[in-house]
């Protein structure tokens, strides 16, 4: 059938299943816009406040459900504004397609309006990008940027289209979408067995699991390895929810901010095995010494993750569903009773601890894991508020944990929960920020008004860059350059301004009984926090230190 290229590119969508895009429109993107119009039934777009909304937005949605998140905008700033979104998408492997609009070809290279060569600022950010100049190509196009975004090591993908090709005529035919295969052709069953002999060999391995496993879709297999091997486990940000939180073997998360059971286990183990995790330096710190007494096993489906950052001594390249699954079928039952015991000793000894005489960020986050049980989509800001997230709330499956990792995007968390939300209308999502973070893309509290979507937005007001007031504390003579948000800003009547429901709370027994209220509500909620501008995350890994060396506030007045 003869179709334009705005109408291809609708039905390359609804080829791919896709129910949701999230964008804003503009002039050069018109023509999709209009083609989108007459198939408002059949795929739902979210028109953001700003196009960094929708490309979080687009990244929460394809990390709720695994799915590839969609998002578009028009050309120049439109597509510029997408940038932290796909970088933050790119850093954390989630699969993305972002398509954009262009000037039409003829006025292409000549600083046209809103003019911008998109696919050569994406470049570095993506996995792969395209821009389309004839209308012939947008139809291949399309399903090949969703199957790139997807196979393999997921990541974002952006299509540029130029106008014409948007107007432009030309034969249309269905076809049916790529089916997506694991990779498992890299797989060597030799480095299989290595792994199983240093396995049987090992008298105190540790597990590390990072976003790989989730990306997979992992977990039963990995669930099944960790009885196995019988080791403790210890996760990434990016791997909460791979491993049962709750799970007698789960010493916490590792790194900059992780437990000191996890750091020290880490750091006494004979054996680290690490499954879809990158080595980033806030897991490992001083990589010269991470895990100096282990040999080390990297099971990743990516090879340039191989030896980048951490020597290995047995590398498996594939997927990990596959590669546990067949290290599973062969491994026998292993005993390291001792080894658990010395581990849970440390957790015992090593609590997550903090101020219990005032309201402060772990305790709502511990008071939120009641009120939902564990049940709900919880999603991110960046900084100190993440870190408690991370520490205080126990994820129990998988995507339940939402939060930029690599790229650590301030503003990113309220898009996310939107689009988390109307990927999974089943569960309660609730995003977790600071002040400095709420304030720089609270304008989707209103994207979350226009459209229903009944997200709870808690922000844990410390009236301060709170991580970074951190760091000037403790590195930097508490000389606290620009980080004091001290005013007027009063963010229980802007939520209410833009159409929310709001609530302050000012102290510990305020709490219960905002947080049953709110989580009744059938429409966006705002909840301030207001905590002390002190408060820190503990334990800690200083810039350039080894986890062995983590600390907390017990270690700094014993100094």
């Given at each position: 059938m003869q179709l334009n290229g705005s109408e291809i590119i609708i039905e390359?969508?609804?080829?791919?299943?896709?129910?949701?895009?999230?964008?804003?429109?503009?002039?050069?993107?018109l023509n999709v816009y209009d083609a989108l119009y007459k198939h408002q039934s059949e795929i739902k777009h979210v028109l953001t406040s700003h196009e960094q909304g929708a490309s979080h937005a687009a990244d929460g949605y394809a990390r709720a459900t695994g799915k590839v998140g969609v998002c578009m905008a028009t050309s120049g700033p439109g597509a510029t504004n997408l940038v932290?979104?796909?970088?933050?998408?790119?850093?954390?492997?989630?699969?993305?397609?972002?398509?954009?609009?262009?000037?039409?070809?003829?006025?292409?290279?000549?600083?046209?309006?809103?003019?911008?060569?998109?696919?050569?600022?994406?470049?570095?950010?993506?996995?792969?990008?395209y821009i389309v100049k004839n209308v012939e190509d947008i139809a291949d196009t399309i399903r090949e940027a969703f199957y790139i975004a997807a196979s393999g090591r997921p990541g974002p993908v952006l299509v540029d289209i130029t106008k014409d090709a948007t107007a432009g005529v030309c034969e249309y035919t269905p076809v049916e979408p790529k089916k997506i295969e694991r990779k498992t052709e890299t797989i060597c069953d030799c480095s299989v067995d290595a792994a199983i002999e240093l396995i049987k060999e090992a008298k105190k391995p540790f597990i590390y699991i990072g976003g790989g496993v989730i990306a997979a879709a992992a977990n039963e297999e990995l669930a099944e390895f960790v009885k196995k091997v019988n080791a403790p486990v210890c996760d990434s940000l990016m791997g909460k929810g791979a491993f049962d939180n709750?799970?007698?073997?789960?010493?916490?998360?590792?790194g900059m901010h992780g437990t000191k059971a996890s750091n020290f286990g880490v750091s006494k183990c004979d054996l680290l095995i690490a499954i879809g995790a990158r080595f980033s330096d806030r897991v490992t710190g001083n990589a010269s010494k991470f895990a100096n007494n282990a040999k080390i096993i990297h099971i990743?489906?990516?090879?340039?993750?191989?030896?980048?950052?951490?020597?290995?001594?047995?590398?498996?390249?594939?997927?990990?569903?596959?590669?546990?699954?067949?290290?599973?079928?062969?491994l026998d039952s292993q005993d390291h009773a001792e080894w658990i015991a010395e581990v849970k000793e440390m957790k015992e000894k090593f609590p997550l601890s903090y101020n219990q005489d005032a309201l402060t960020g772990p305790y709502v986050i511990e008071k939120i894991y009641e009120a939902t049980k564990g049940e709900a989509v919880i999603t991110t800001e960046v900084g100190?508020?993440?870190m408690w997230a991370a520490q205080f709330y126990k994820y129990k499956e998988p995507r339940t944990l939402i939060s930029s990792g690599g790229l650590g995007t301030m503003?990113?968390?309220?898009?996310?929960?939107?689009?988390?939300?109307?990927?999974?209308?089943?569960?309660?999502?609730?995003?977790i920020a600071g002040d400095g973070c709420f304030r720089m893309n609270m304008n989707e509290i209103a994207t979350a008004v226009r459209y229903n979507v009944p997200i709870v937005q808690v922000v844990i007001n410390n009236h301060v860059l709170g991580m970074v007031r951190q760091w000037q504390t403790l590195f930097y003579g508490q000389r606290y350059s620009n980080t004091i948000l001290n005013d007027a800003v009063d963010f229980v009547k802007l939520a209410e301004a833009m159409g929310a429901k709001a609530y302050r709370i000012t102290s510990k027994d305020e709490v219960d009984s905002v947080l049953a209220e709110a989580l009744n509500q059938d429409v966006p909620v705002v909840i301030e926090c207001q905590i002390a501008e002190d408060d820190k995350v503990f334990p800690?890994?200083?810039p350039g230190g080894a986890i062995a060396e983590a600390f907390d506030a017990k270690d700094l007045e014993n100094k």
């Amino acid at each position: 059938m003869q179709l334009n290229g705005s109408e291809i590119i609708i039905e390359c969508l609804k080829e791919q299943k896709v129910d949701t895009i999230f964008g804003y429109p503009g002039g050069t993107i018109l023509n999709v816009y209009d083609a989108l119009y007459k198939h408002q039934s059949e795929i739902k777009h979210v028109l953001t406040s700003h196009e960094q909304g929708a490309s979080h937005a687009a990244d929460g949605y394809a990390r709720a459900t695994g799915k590839v998140g969609v998002c578009m905008a028009t050309s120049g700033p439109g597509a510029t504004n997408l940038v932290t979104g796909i970088a933050t998408a790119y850093m954390d492997s989630i699969p993305l397609v972002a398509i954009t609009a262009n000037v039409a070809k003829p006025a292409l290279g000549k600083d046209s309006f809103q003019e911008i060569d998109i696919a050569g600022v994406t470049m570095p950010i993506t996995k792969h990008n395209y821009i389309v100049k004839n209308v012939e190509d947008i139809a291949d196009t399309i399903r090949e940027a969703f199957y790139i975004a997807a196979s393999g090591r997921p990541g974002p993908v952006l299509v540029d289209i130029t106008k014409d090709a948007t107007a432009g005529v030309c034969e249309y035919t269905p076809v049916e979408p790529k089916k997506i295969e694991r990779k498992t052709e890299t797989i060597c069953d030799c480095s299989v067995d290595a792994a199983i002999e240093l396995i049987k060999e090992a008298k105190k391995p540790f597990i590390y699991i990072g976003g790989g496993v989730i990306a997979a879709a992992a977990n039963e297999e990995l669930a099944e390895f960790v009885k196995k091997v019988n080791a403790p486990v210890c996760d990434s940000l990016m791997g909460k929810g791979a491993f049962d939180n709750n799970d007698e073997l789960y010493t916490g998360m590792i790194g900059m901010h992780g437990t000191k059971a996890s750091n020290f286990g880490v750091s006494k183990c004979d054996l680290l095995i690490a499954i879809g995790a990158r080595f980033s330096d806030r897991v490992t710190g001083n990589a010269s010494k991470f895990a100096n007494n282990a040999k080390i096993i990297h099971i990743d489906v990516d090879a340039a993750e191989i030896n980048k950052n951490v020597k290995t001594d047995v590398s498996i390249i594939g997927d990990a569903k596959e590669v546990l699954a067949r290290i599973n079928a062969k491994l026998d039952s292993q005993d390291h009773a001792e080894w658990i015991a010395e581990v849970k000793e440390m957790k015992e000894k090593f609590p997550l601890s903090y101020n219990q005489d005032a309201l402060t960020g772990p305790y709502v986050i511990e008071k939120i894991y009641e009120a939902t049980k564990g049940e709900a989509v919880i999603t991110t800001e960046v900084g100190q508020h993440q870190m408690w997230a991370a520490q205080f709330y126990k994820y129990k499956e998988p995507r339940t944990l939402i939060s930029s990792g690599g790229l650590g995007t301030m503003g990113y968390g309220l898009g996310a929960s939107i689009g988390a939300k109307i990927a999974r209308p089943d569960k309660k999502v609730i995003n977790i920020a600071g002040d400095g973070c709420f304030r720089m893309n609270m304008n989707e509290i209103a994207t979350a008004v226009r459209y229903n979507v009944p997200i709870v937005q808690v922000v844990i007001n410390n009236h301060v860059l709170g991580m970074v007031r951190q760091w000037q504390t403790l590195f930097y003579g508490q000389r606290y350059s620009n980080t004091i948000l001290n005013d007027a800003v009063d963010f229980v009547k802007l939520a209410e301004a833009m159409g929310a429901k709001a609530y302050r709370i000012t102290s510990k027994d305020e709490v219960d009984s905002v947080l049953a209220e709110a989580l009744n509500q059938d429409v966006p909620v705002v909840i301030e926090c207001q905590i002390a501008e002190d408060d820190k995350v503990f334990p800690m890994v200083a810039p350039g230190g080894a986890i062995a060396e983590a600390f907390d506030a017990k270690d700094l007045e014993n100094k």
